[in-house]
């Protein structure tokens, strides 16, 4: 079975951090592309990062650049989104997906969320 498993969402203060994980089972990992994506109550879910696990291209929501970092441990079949300077309007689930490119944003498959809320 394919399995997204996101992890490390919490609680922190603005300006704090903290590292997302998304460890994925059941497809082949270096075929595909991996997604954070986020949602807030009332708004449309969006994209905040991607990498290609076969190059490790990376991709930045303007949002989020230079405060967050995707990377990749293909040994582990593991991404990691480290979010530094957080703010209350990073508050969201975030899901993690694995797709094709990171382009098109087409999902092949999905994680369930982890919660992260900033306080400020």
């Known amino acids: 079975d394919v399995q997204l498993q996101a992890s490390g969402g919490g609680l922190v203060q603005a300006g704090g951090s903290l590292r997302l994980s998304c460890a994925a089972s059941?497809?082949?990992?270096?075929?595909?592309?991996i997604g954070w994506f986020r949602q807030a109550p009332g708004k449309e879910r969006e994209g905040v990062s991607c990498i290609s696990s076969s190059d490790g291209s990376t991709y930045y929501a303007d949002s989020v650049k230079g405060r967050f970092t995707i990377s990749s441990d293909n040994a582990k079949n593991t991404v990691y989104l480290q979010m530094n300077s957080l703010k209350p309007e990073d508050t969201a689930v975030y899901y993690c997906a694995a797709m094709g490119f990171c382009a098109t944003r087409l999902v092949d498959y999905w994680g369930k969320g982890t919660q992260v809320t900033v306080s400020s």
């Open positions: 059941g497809f082949t990992f270096d075929d595909y592309a």
